[in-house]
């Protein structure tokens, strides 16, 4: 026999509501965004909790210090991907690191482990450090646009970067990097507000909360497209050439 609840939906006449009871029972309100069934809220009622979103999240994030960030991060329900996470990650490297890299997003394996770059990928970028005479852990801190795994290693949502933003700010703020190296396009669009290609980018000197930027290519890209390491090295010495004259006044 079809349920109170099963006619209403036939009848086009929900949403229903329910009893909070029920609510507090079923899976949906244990899941890390909003839960599927709410009370009505009267316009003139707050709508979130301080810190939650809007500025009083951001001022929020601000304010962190190193101790208190990736525990932070790992709380965060700004967007739904903290539904679909293993884990999240926050960034690698020294706290007081003069090389700031920058990626796109984790993938299944830096999901797994909770740590950026950690695949092929990753073991391309550290031959490209070693190469450089750098290390992460030592002088170089290495993070993603998104501190969370999109579904299927999908393109981020703007809403998704968005509510990312004010953590990879923060980081910034935190480390005051020589350089900060944007690694391919998704990564650069964001700190640079700009659509253009790498292509197009790389080769100059940019600026970024204070700190001179560069652009490159993301080191998967470079997996599938070989000939151009031999371009990701040319802005590999660039970016050294900006570290070694530098000396963390920009502002």
Not at 31 to 37: G, H, I, M, Q, W
Not at 98 to 117: C, I, Y
Request: hydrophobic share 40%; aromatic share 4%.
């Amino acid at each position: 026999m079809a349920t109170r609840e099963d006619m209403m939906v036939e009848l086009g006449l929900t949403p229903t509501w329910r009893r909070r009871a029920e609510v507090a029972a079923s899976p949906a309100a244990t899941e890390c965004a909003a839960p599927a069934v709410r009370e009505p809220v009267s316009p003139a009622a707050p709508r979130s909790a301080p810190g939650q979103d809007g500025g009083t999240r951001s001022e929020r994030i601000a304010s962190l210090s190193w101790d208190g960030f990736a525990a932070d991060v790992d709380a965060c329900t700004a967007c739904g991907l903290c539904r679909t996470r293993h884990k999240s990650v926050p960034g690698v490297g020294a706290a007081d690191a003069e090389w700031l890299f920058v990626g796109e997003a984790p993938g299944a394996e830096e999901d797994a482990r909770g740590e950026p770059f950690v695949g092929q990928a990753g073991r391309l970028l550290d031959n490209m450090l070693a190469a450089l005479g750098l290390a992460r852990e030592r002088n170089v801190y290495i993070a993603n646009v998104l501190k969370c795994r999109p579904p299927n290693n999908r393109t981020p949502e703007p809403a998704e970067t968005e509510a990312c933003r004010p953590y990879l700010e923060r980081q910034v703020d935190l480390i005051r990097p020589k350089l900060i190296v944007a690694l391919g396009k998704s990564a650069a669009s964001l700190l640079l507000g700009t659509d253009a290609t790498v292509a197009s980018l790389r080769g100059r000197v940019h600026d970024y909360r204070g700190s001179p930027l560069i652009v490159t290519y993301h080191p998967a890209y470079l997996l599938r497209n070989l000939p151009d390491k031999a371009k990701a090295w040319e802005d590999m010495v660039l970016a050294r050439r900006i570290v070694a004259t530098s000396d963390r006044s920009i502002t």
